[in-house]
């Protein structure tokens, strides 16, 4: 068991406690006001007290066995996917408006697509291109999404 | 009685309207296909279509969005059936013994039967909708801001306590939606509230968005490598094979008619929707069998039952969302999302003032179950193959457009990076072991919720006392405080006794 594992519940308190002490301190600024006439505050600094209790909760009560849901572990952290998965949309974003739709579509799907190692780079590849060729024909001329199909070449 | 029958004729017009008819076909078919694809998920599959239809009419988008969610139960029992593989949590128990059945070569049969089965548990569904979801209305019409506060407070409550893993997890999921509602401009006040001064952030969170994040690139990361490998099956199944026998029906209607009555009772208790009633009529019929040794290999009950109260409690889970405008799950909550972005206020009045659309949303039900019949009977070939389509070749597709799609919501690129940080959030929420589920039921309640909690104090002068004075706001409240304290005793007993629903039961 890793060391992820073993404070999985700790982990989890800090997170949920955290957010809701930031919606206490955040919330506050905006004025709480009274029952009858509350201000903008009350909301968000009734639930982050509500999440800091819970959090405290979360920490302190062990977990039942049922809250280990499989699926969930074990939590070894995977990168590749992660890593391809956000270059993969931040691509996207960043080629859409600049290089048109058409190299984004392939860029996006190319490297989403490496994200595991069963797939290979022709196959990745050929399904970027098929995509792309299905992509550009349903948003570019089909729901007339605003980008260039390549910039600069072919709007 | 009447004016249901009246209401639905005018449902019939509507929904057989051929715009309309072609957006149900459209809807129930995309559902079939992605409960066929391992991997694929309604949430995700209803949250990359919903930006398509902001350009459609309000009643054609609600018939597509829905017809995948019934569709796609459809198409989930034959991936557990012949390949064993739970990817809908509604038909993980089917896997128990309709993977038996096609081991033994009755796959076929076990479609037919579940088939059978979807056809009436969706019907009794239906009806049970067409006669409850006006007669809830009628009642909740009288409502107040405290009655309606204190009725969300329990669909909030019970829907992320009695849906899958820890409660407390759930409603601090819950709690965190409501918190990402509040982002943007306070209508009350004019105040911003948690922009941090980004502009795009001032007219709120996007529903797509955090969607998207949450359910879309979230699962991608859990399942493009963690996912089993697509297993084989080289099945060439046609029309005849589907074909029960005449002992089979017999075995298999009783189940099946108990399986209704359990899916039927599960949809009306919010937050217990179809997957809990599939295994409510599971252990149902294993309890009262003569011969329970026979579950788990192959026993036909196993399949004919879950598969009923699961189609049932699919179309029942309309009830709360329609008559109330109260979710019982995130499903629900993405369409209810998905009518309020059409302009469409949720709630009692929805019915009367809305008609085309609940009336045509329940003739379409109609209409897209005989569809999905029709799709699924002759073509069962053609889903079988579609099986083998290998995950590592959806999710990069599926992730061009999650992209494009939340690109389109506002054209906003803005809203793309968000779709992301959503993802990593809830990545990391699910190696948390927390279900992310909830926080699109607080998310899409929250800002009704505060404004009914606003009003409620307004009108009694700053007295919380109103929530218990009000004989129908106690109700709720007493019926949610009754809740957490089963979920406390509930818990105080796990700790001693050791669980009993199968874990492969959960993705």
Same mark, same amino acid.
């Given at each position: 068991m890793s060391l992820f594992d073993k404070h999985r519940e700790h982990l989890a308190g800090l997170l949920v406690g955290g957010i809701g002490a930031f919606a206490v301190l955040e919330g506050q600024s905006y004025g709480i006001g009274? *029952?009858?006439?509350? !201000?903008?505050g009350f909301f968000p600094v009734a639930l982050g007290a509500g999440m800091i209790a819970l959090g405290i909760l979360m920490a302190a009560v062990p977990a039942a066995?049922?809250?280990? *849901?499989?699926?969930? !572990?074990?939590?070894?952290?995977d990168w590749r996917g992660g890593l391809s998965i956000a270059a993969a949309v931040v691509l996207f974003i960043l080629l859409?408006?600049?290089?048109?739709?058409a190299p984004a579509i392939f860029a996006c799907v190319f490297t989403a697509a490496l994200?595991?190692?069963?797939?290979?780079l022709r196959e990745a590849a050929l399904l970027a291109l098929g995509v792309t060729v299905f992509g550009v024909l349903l948003f570019a001329y089909g729901l007339k999404v605003p980008f260039p199909i390549i910039a600069g070449v072919y709007a | 009685m009447e004016s249901s029958l009246a209401g639905l004729a005018h449902g019939f017009q509507v929904a057989l309207d051929w715009h309309n008819l072609i957006w149900c076909f459209v809807g129930v078919f995309v559902g079939n296909m992605v409960g066929v694809l391992?991997?694929?998920?309604v949430l995700s599959t209803i949250s990359i279509l919903l930006p398509l239809?902001?350009?459609?009419?309000p009643v054609a988008a609600l018939l597509m969005l829905s017809g995948i969610y019934y569709g796609a139960q459809y198409g989930g029992a034959i991936c557990s059936i012949l390949l064993?593989?739970?990817?809908h949590p509604p038909h993980a128990?089917?896997?128990?013994d309709g993977y038996p059945m096609t081991k033994s070569g009755r796959g076929g049969v076990a479609l037919g039967i579940t088939m059978l089965a979807a056809v009436i548990g969706a019907a009794f569904g239906i009806m049970q909708m067409m006669v409850l979801a006006p007669y809830i209305a009628s009642i909740a019409f009288k409502f107040g801001p405290p009655e309606i506060c204190a009725l969300m407070l329990l669909g909030l409550l019970a829907g992320s306590t009695?849906?899958?893993?820890s409660p407390i997890k759930g409603v601090s999921m819950t709690l965190l939606g409501i918190l990402l509602s509040l982002?943007?401009?306070?209508?009350?006040?004019?105040n911003e509230r948690?922009?941090?001064?980004?502009?795009?952030?001032s007219d709120g969170l996007e529903l797509v968005a955090v969607s998207l994040g949450l359910f879309g690139i979230a699962e991608f990361l859990k399942s493009?490598?963690?996912?089993?490998p697509n297993a084989r099956t080289d099945m060439q199944l046609g029309?005849?094979?589907?074909r029960p026998s005449r002992r089979d029906l017999r075995q298999g209607i009783p189940p099946i008619l108990r399986g209704t009555v359990v899916g039927s009772l599960c949809s009306?208790?919010?937050?217990?929707g179809p997957t809990i009633a599939s295994f409510i009529a599971y252990a149902l019929e294993k309890k009262i069998s003569?011969?329970?040794?026979?579950?788990?290999?192959?026993?036909?009950e196993g399949v004919a039952s879950p598969e009923a109260s699961t189609h049932s409690a699919v179309q029942g889970d309309f009830i709360p969302t329609m008559?109330?405008?109260?979710?019982?799950?995130a499903v629900m909550a993405l369409l209810l999302g998905a009518l309020m972005i059409h302009g469409i206020q949720p709630g009692p009045r929805l019915i009367v003032e809305q008609p085309d659309i609940f009336w045509g949303l329940i003739a379409s039900f109609w209409i897209g179950n005989i569809i999905l019949v029709v799709l699924n009977v002759p073509m069962i070939g053609i889903w079988v193959k579609l099986l083998q389509v290998p995950y590592r070749f959806l999710y990069p597709t599926a992730l061009f457009f999650v992209c494009i799609g939340v690109y389109a919501t506002?054209?906003?690129?803005f809203d793309v990076g968000a779709v992301l940080l959503f993802g990593g959030f809830g990545y990391l929420l699910l190696k948390l072991g927390?279900?992310?589920?909830p926080i699109l039921l607080g998310f899409v309640l929250g800002p009704r919720l505060e404004e009914n909690f606003r009003r409620s104090l307004l009108l009694s002068r700053g007295s919380l006392e109103t929530f218990i004075d009000r004989p129908i706001a106690a109700v709720f409240v007493g019926i949610s405080v009754l809740l957490v304290a089963a979920q406390i005793v509930a818990a105080l007993r796990r700790s001693r006794a050791p669980i009993r629903i199968p874990e492969e039961a959960f993705d």
């Amino acid at each position: 068991m890793s060391l992820f594992d073993k404070h999985r519940e700790h982990l989890a308190g800090l997170l949920v406690g955290g957010i809701g002490a930031f919606a206490v301190l955040e919330g506050q600024s905006y004025g709480i006001g009274t *029952l009858t006439a509350m !201000g903008s505050g009350f909301f968000p600094v009734a639930l982050g007290a509500g999440m800091i209790a819970l959090g405290i909760l979360m920490a302190a009560v062990p977990a039942a066995p049922a809250a280990h *849901l499989p699926g969930h !572990g074990p939590s070894r952290l995977d990168w590749r996917g992660g890593l391809s998965i956000a270059a993969a949309v931040v691509l996207f974003i960043l080629l859409a408006n600049r290089a048109g739709l058409a190299p984004a579509i392939f860029a996006c799907v190319f490297t989403a697509a490496l994200g595991t190692r069963q797939t290979t780079l022709r196959e990745a590849a050929l399904l970027a291109l098929g995509v792309t060729v299905f992509g550009v024909l349903l948003f570019a001329y089909g729901l007339k999404v605003p980008f260039p199909i390549i910039a600069g070449v072919y709007a | 009685m009447e004016s249901s029958l009246a209401g639905l004729a005018h449902g019939f017009q509507v929904a057989l309207d051929w715009h309309n008819l072609i957006w149900c076909f459209v809807g129930v078919f995309v559902g079939n296909m992605v409960g066929v694809l391992p991997g694929m998920g309604v949430l995700s599959t209803i949250s990359i279509l919903l930006p398509l239809t902001f350009s459609m009419q309000p009643v054609a988008a609600l018939l597509m969005l829905s017809g995948i969610y019934y569709g796609a139960q459809y198409g989930g029992a034959i991936c557990s059936i012949l390949l064993n593989l739970p990817c809908h949590p509604p038909h993980a128990v089917t896997c128990l013994d309709g993977y038996p059945m096609t081991k033994s070569g009755r796959g076929g049969v076990a479609l037919g039967i579940t088939m059978l089965a979807a056809v009436i548990g969706a019907a009794f569904g239906i009806m049970q909708m067409m006669v409850l979801a006006p007669y809830i209305a009628s009642i909740a019409f009288k409502f107040g801001p405290p009655e309606i506060c204190a009725l969300m407070l329990l669909g909030l409550l019970a829907g992320s306590t009695l849906a899958k893993g820890s409660p407390i997890k759930g409603v601090s999921m819950t709690l965190l939606g409501i918190l990402l509602s509040l982002v943007g401009t306070d209508i009350n006040t004019g105040n911003e509230r948690f922009t941090f001064g980004i502009l795009e952030m001032s007219d709120g969170l996007e529903l797509v968005a955090v969607s998207l994040g949450l359910f879309g690139i979230a699962e991608f990361l859990k399942s493009m490598n963690g996912l089993v490998p697509n297993a084989r099956t080289d099945m060439q199944l046609g029309f005849r094979d589907l074909r029960p026998s005449r002992r089979d029906l017999r075995q298999g209607i009783p189940p099946i008619l108990r399986g209704t009555v359990v899916g039927s009772l599960c949809s009306l208790i919010p937050g217990t929707g179809p997957t809990i009633a599939s295994f409510i009529a599971y252990a149902l019929e294993k309890k009262i069998s003569r011969h329970p040794e026979r579950f788990g290999h192959g026993a036909i009950e196993g399949v004919a039952s879950p598969e009923a109260s699961t189609h049932s409690a699919v179309q029942g889970d309309f009830i709360p969302t329609m008559s109330l405008g109260i979710p019982g799950d995130a499903v629900m909550a993405l369409l209810l999302g998905a009518l309020m972005i059409h302009g469409i206020q949720p709630g009692p009045r929805l019915i009367v003032e809305q008609p085309d659309i609940f009336w045509g949303l329940i003739a379409s039900f109609w209409i897209g179950n005989i569809i999905l019949v029709v799709l699924n009977v002759p073509m069962i070939g053609i889903w079988v193959k579609l099986l083998q389509v290998p995950y590592r070749f959806l999710y990069p597709t599926a992730l061009f457009f999650v992209c494009i799609g939340v690109y389109a919501t506002r054209n906003e690129m803005f809203d793309v990076g968000a779709v992301l940080l959503f993802g990593g959030f809830g990545y990391l929420l699910l190696k948390l072991g927390f279900e992310p589920a909830p926080i699109l039921l607080g998310f899409v309640l929250g800002p009704r919720l505060e404004e009914n909690f606003r009003r409620s104090l307004l009108l009694s002068r700053g007295s919380l006392e109103t929530f218990i004075d009000r004989p129908i706001a106690a109700v709720f409240v007493g019926i949610s405080v009754l809740l957490v304290a089963a979920q406390i005793v509930a818990a105080l007993r796990r700790s001693r006794a050791p669980i009993r629903i199968p874990e492969e039961a959960f993705d």
